[in-house]
């Protein structure tokens, strides 16, 4: 399938910004879809941001994260600014694939530590 890495993450203080990337590599496969999820300690992997056919956001970060892609590079990014603690997870990044028979497919990138503490 497709091999995301990712990279960015990091400890901040609350109120900084960081930025992450997540790097997808050449394949056969179409790329429909990517974006991010990621898991607090001890909760379940949400979804912080998609880009698709549409840009979404969960409500926690709207208004202070931004997805954005770069197709040329099958690069997507999330700037996060005004960082809280509850922000504190492992983030994943994902790419969303159809092959050449029309079966889709999830690829995950490795996960990268946000940490939100003074």
Not at 18 to 32: E, H, Q
Not at 85 to 112: I, K, L
Request: glycine letters at 12%.
């Amino acid at each position: 399938q497709v091999q995301l890495v990712e990279s960015g993450g990091g400890l901040v203080q609350p109120g900084g910004s960081l930025r992450l990337s997540c790097a997808a590599s050449k394949t056969i496969f179409s790329i429909n879809a990517m974006g991010w999820y990621r898991q607090p300690p001890g909760k379940q992997r949400e979804l912080v941001a998609s880009s698709g056919g549409s840009t979404n956001y969960a409500d926690s970060v709207k208004g202070r994260f931004t997805i954005s892609r770069d197709n040329a590079k099958n690069t997507v990014y999330l700037q996060m600014n005004t960082l809280k603690p509850e922000d504190t997870a492992v983030y994943y990044c994902y790419a969303r694939t159809v092959s050449p028979t029309g079966a889709y497919f999830t690829s995950w990138g490795q996960g990268t530590q946000v940490t939100v503490s003074s």
